[in-house]
């Protein structure tokens, strides 16, 4: 026999051996993200996920019953899509891994606060098989969670995933939002500051005019708004700790004259200069509630003009030069902690504390603006399980955006999340929840895929 077709014999038993001693895939399964959330009074709908262990190779059907305490499905609140006989019928595409449903409130419907809506899913279609956390009761109010795990939804690209994702955890709630969707945050608190996108790693830099349509790419030397790979300075991005005096942009000032334009680079962390038709030129203007944004492409004769107002509900109003105004941080109080890839830092060389900006994947930044404090709490101290009450008051809470920050895992060594320590986090309102993170580029538990870490987080005290 040939040499060759033996040697391809031997390597197809081989292969066949492996194949035969590879572990089985674990189940499938179909469940809710929560199993309790809130529906406050000021909010008119909320959007409820049914997710798949991992992604399906085929469509599955999936049914869901209501059980409704004090509410009347279509007098007080429908679905999308709509039910039929108490069921709600979904369907997983093919190649994904969740599908999900609407709850509308009624317009004009008034309600106590005490209505809520059970859904369960009752069936699932083969080969999925219903998991754990397949209940999950709608209360038609806000509410405390009582603790919860969740995996976070970073969505596709890996180590450079393509969403941010903002947490509430009293409400068990997240919102993904793509980093890229937005180009600049106007304050909407006291003072008047612009944030850059630092989670697309942009760079802005000052041009000595006022007149926006005078400039042009020859104000600027594009080479130093270029960022990553070594290349670019802290102060072409926004603070990573999220003090607002230390913006790129400086605050807006109250006489028109002394508002520079700021050309600003939407190159993204390549290390390399950006071309003309990644930079964009802006000006911004007072007004009585809010700003004036004059911006256009960098060698245009005009520009275009865009009103933003205030709204003390937010921390900032966002907004995208091609799509307008845009959701990205949900209200101050309905979140808590933001999961995202961003431009940050690192000293250069390591140990100096000469920090260049550099890009790093599953950052994890507090919502300073809106109040929330966290602490790092270290297992020698305190045990996850046993941290009670009684050790918030010697718990040294931070305001830093980044108190998180990448702490939480390693990248070198052995990697995934460390072991040695949680962290407290405070809300607006005052409660305490402890939080660990359960996964981070494990064979063992996440198959080394980025972008889906889960998190556990337990209510240690209720806020007054």
Not at 159 to 182: G, H, M, P
Not at 255 to 280: E, F, W
Not at 327 to 356: C, K, L
Request: charged content about 20%.
């Amino acid at each position: 026999m040939n040499k060759l077709l033996v040697a391809l014999m031997i390597a197809a038993t081989i292969f066949a051996s492996c194949k035969k001693s590879d572990p089985p895939l674990p189940d499938n399964l179909a469940q809710f993200e929560a199993s309790e959330q809130g529906l406050e009074s000021d909010k008119a709908e909320i959007t409820i996920k049914v997710k798949l262990s991992r992604s399906t190779d085929i469509a599955v059907p999936v049914t869901i019953e209501l059980k409704e305490n004090g509410i009347v499905y279509g007098t007080k609140y429908s679905t999308t899509p709509a039910a039929s006989n108490g069921t709600i019928s979904l369907s997983i595409p093919a190649g994904s891994s969740e599908s999900s449903f609407k709850v509308t409130k009624s317009a004009g419907a008034l309600l106590n606060g005490d209505e809520s809506v059970e859904f369960t899913i009752k069936t699932a279609g083969s080969p999925v098989l219903i998991g754990q956390t397949s209940k999950l009761n709608l209360k038609f109010s806000s509410i405390v969670s009582t603790g919860s795990t969740m995996e976070l939804n970073g969505g596709t690209g890996g180590a450079s995933a393509i969403n941010s994702v903002y947490v509430d955890l009293s409400n068990n709630a997240q919102t993904s939002i793509e980093r890229k969707s937005w180009d600049l945050g106007f304050y909407a608190g006291s003072t008047f500051r612009v944030i850059i996108n630092n989670a697309a790693a942009y760079t802005v830099t000052a041009v000595n005019k006022t007149d926006i349509n005078q400039v042009t790419a020859a104000d600027v030397n594009t080479a130093n708004l270029a960022i990553g790979l070594g290349a670019g300075t802290m102060s072409l991005i926004d603070d990573v700790e999220g003090d607002l005096t230390k913006t790129a942009i400086p605050e807006i000032s109250a006489n028109d004259a002394d508002n520079k334009v700021y050309v600003i680079s939407r190159a993204g962390a390549t290390g390399a200069a950006p071309a003309p038709a990644d930079l964009k030129k802006v000006r911004v203007l007072r007004t009585a509630t809010g700003y004036t944004l004059q911006y256009a492409n960098i060698d245009a004769t005009s520009f275009q003009t865009m009103i933003i107002n205030k709204n003390a509900a937010y921390n900032f109003r966002f907004i995208s030069f091609e799509n307008g105004a845009v959701e990205v941080e949900p209200a101050s109080n309905r979140w808590d902690i933001e999961w995202t890839w961003s431009i940050y830092r690192t000293d250069n060389p390591p140990g100096s504390g000469n920090f260049i900006p550099y890009g790093f994947s599953d950052l994890v930044f507090i919502n300073r603006q809106g109040s929330v404090q966290v602490a790092e709490v270290m297992t020698s101290t305190v045990s996850y399980n046993d941290y009670a009450e009684s050790n918030i008051a010697t718990t040294s809470f931070s305001t830093k955006r980044d108190a998180i920050g990448s702490k939480w895992r390693a990248t070198t060594g052995t990697i995934g999340v460390k072991p040695d320590r949680f962290y407290a986090v405070k809300d607006q309102a005052g409660n305490v929840y402890k939080l660990k993170f359960l996964n981070f580029h494990s064979q063992a538990v996440d198959g080394g895929k980025r972008g889906y870490p889960n998190i556990e987080y337990k209510l240690v005290k209720k806020g007054a």
